[in-house]
């Protein structure tokens, strides 16, 4: 089959993967994973319960004093080799997650790529010191040293099943953790490529354990006492129950949840630019990024630019240029946000509401779709998380930056402009972790951190480049002295 092909296949049940072998889970429960494109069963995945998580914290701990162990220039390895294991597989692996999640097979490659990044990190980390010595009395040495917690775990969403495991794998494995997965169950084969990957890469069994499930393993793993610290990327509702259920243990935890971009548009904007990135932006996944343009601040005087905006959405055609959205679910969900807002009044720029593809006609399909609508109105305030941009128009920057700030999520956020000063006095304001100028998608690249502020994050800290190897790892605070001291001080 062609690498693009939008063909149906189905694939063999996806399988726990604990202690270096496939389990199936000791629920018997099974769960469809359904192809987006076709709104057709691809394969099933098992549903895991407080046992199956019972069993990967046994083998994790099984493997952990050996992994902790092994000097961090070993551990390592085992990332330089994976680099080059995705780096062999990048279109079959972007074939399967094309097919699970529905995004477009470039994108795939990208989202791989982006993997592939991460990985890089993991590999630079032996290259970087990583503690702190000073000497800081007479005789007296302090130094810092970061050690690995032991058994973590990640839960991960469905928009990225193979990149977002990355944001957490490279740094906790590298640092010495063992580490315990629940990727989502709607897209379990990226988390399932990675279990095969990283074995062939060399890594021991246990090491790394992939429980697959919904809200009982979850909330299996976050009860679980052996656990030192989880990382999760999900809904800000669920990112919020499972911070405030995890952290009952004692443990740390970095929660990542939803968002709601502001891209604020200013009339000096570079209008050609500023109108392939909003698209590119909004549509990119089917609008199913955490980092999308879901909300443009279009300042008085950005009408040429809006024109330009909807004239170059209209011309992508769904299924050559966009995936579908990930479910039925979410479809109407979506189609319910574009119908309340053109009850509400709001006016509807571009409908996507159509949208058809041959060959793939139970899919979930929408269209780019364009909203004017005031800041009262849901299709602003809620994440719709489909390729939806809702537009509102405000009398000055002030007045954009004002309704930004008041937002509940504050991921990221942009201003678009040839003015340095107003970009200037813009990115001091937006009230978003990751602010960006003149950029749709201000994602940070390693070695930079990856989080946002206020209902986006819930727990200290980011979760990619070198936070992502503090959160996984804890410091020893070692204080020497190899001798008495004749003009020894209070401190010596
Ligand atoms: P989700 O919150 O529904 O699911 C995320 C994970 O939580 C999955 O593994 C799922 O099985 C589990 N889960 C679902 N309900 C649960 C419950 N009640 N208790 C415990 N666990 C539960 O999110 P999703 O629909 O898979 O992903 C889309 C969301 O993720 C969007 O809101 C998007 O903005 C967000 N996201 C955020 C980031 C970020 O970096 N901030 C990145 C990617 C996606």
Redesign the pocket.
Same mark, same amino acid.
């Given at each position: 089959m062609a690498i693009d092909s939008y063909d149906f296949q189905t694939i063999d049940p996806i399988l726990n993967w604990i202690g270096g072998e496939y389990r199936a889970s000791s629920t018997g429960n099974t769960m469809d994973v359904i192809n987006p494109r076709h709104g057709k069963v691809m394969t099933s995945v098992v549903l895991s319960g407080a046992d199956d998580v019972q069993a990967a914290v046994d083998a994790a701990s099984a493997a952990y004093p050996a992994w902790k162990e092994t000097p961090l220039k070993e551990r390592a390895q085992v990332m330089y080799r994976l680099k080059y294991l995705m780096e062999r597989d990048q279109e079959k692996i972007a074939w399967l997650i094309s097919h699970e999640n529905g995004k477009v097979f470039n994108e795939a490659m990208a989202e791989v790529a982006k993997g592939i990044e991460c990985t890089e990190f993991g590999c630079a980390l032996p290259n970087i010191p990583l503690g702190e010595t000073l000497y800081v009395s007479r005789g007296v040495t302090c130094s810092t040293i970061r050690e690995p917690l032991g058994v973590c775990a990640g %839960?991960?969403?469905?928009?990225?099943p193979f990149m %977002?495991p990355l944001w957490m794998l490279p740094q906790a494995l590298v640092a010495g953790n063992t580490f315990i997965l629940?990727? !989502? $169950?709607?897209v379990p084969i990226g988390a399932d490529l990675l279990a095969q990957l990283l074995q062939e890469a060399g890594l021991p069994p246990g090491v790394f354990n992939v429980v697959h499930g919904?809200?009982d393993a &979850? $909330?299996a793993l976050s009860d679980h006492e052996t656990i030192k610290a989880m990382g999760f &990327? /999900? !809904?800000?509702? &669920?990112a919020k129950? %499972?911070y405030g259920r995890g952290a009952q243990t004692g443990r740390r935890m970095l929660c990542? /949840? /939803?968002?709601k971009n502001h891209l604020i548009v200013v009339p000096d904007a570079d209008r050609e630019m500023t109108a392939v990135d909003v698209v590119r932006s909004f549509t990119g996944v089917a609008g199913q990024r955490?980092m999308a343009a879901s909300a443009l601040m279009g300042v008085q005087g950005f009408d040429p630019i809006l024109e330009t905006i909807v004239e170059k959405a209209s011309q992508l055609v769904p299924g050559r240029d966009m995936g579908p959205v990930i479910n039925k679910q979410s479809y109407e969900r979506i189609l319910g946000y574009i119908k309340a807002a053109e009850e509400a009044g709001g006016k509807v720029l571009l409908d996507g509401r159509n949208a058809k593809v041959e060959g793939a006609e139970g899919g979930y399909w929408i269209g780019p779709t364009i909203l004017e609508v005031t800041k009262d109105m849901p299709a602003y305030q809620d $994440?719709i998380?489909g390729p939806v941009l809702s537009v509102v128009r405000t009398k000055s920057l002030d007045e954009a930056l004002a309704i930004e700030n008041a937002h509940v999520y504050g991921?990221g956020g942009s201003i678009y402009t040839t003015s340095g000063a107003t970009a200037r006095y813009a990115a001091q304001r937006i009230n978003a972790g990751m602010t960006g100028v003149n950029i749709g998608v201000p994602v940070p690249r390693e070695p930079f951190g990856?989080g946002?502020w206020e209902h !986006?994050?819930f727990g200290s800290g980011d979760i990619t480049g070198i936070d992502g190897y503090h959160y996984w790892t804890r410091p020893r605070k070692l204080t020497t002295k190899w001798a008495l001291q004749p003009d020894a001080t209070w401190m010596s």
């Open positions: %839960v991960t969403p469905f928009n990225f %977002v629940k990727p !989502s $169950e709607q919904a809200r &979850v $909330e &990327v /999900g !809904s800000t509702r &669920v129950i %499972v990542l /949840g /939803g968002a955490c $994440e998380f991921n990856f946002g !986006s994050k």
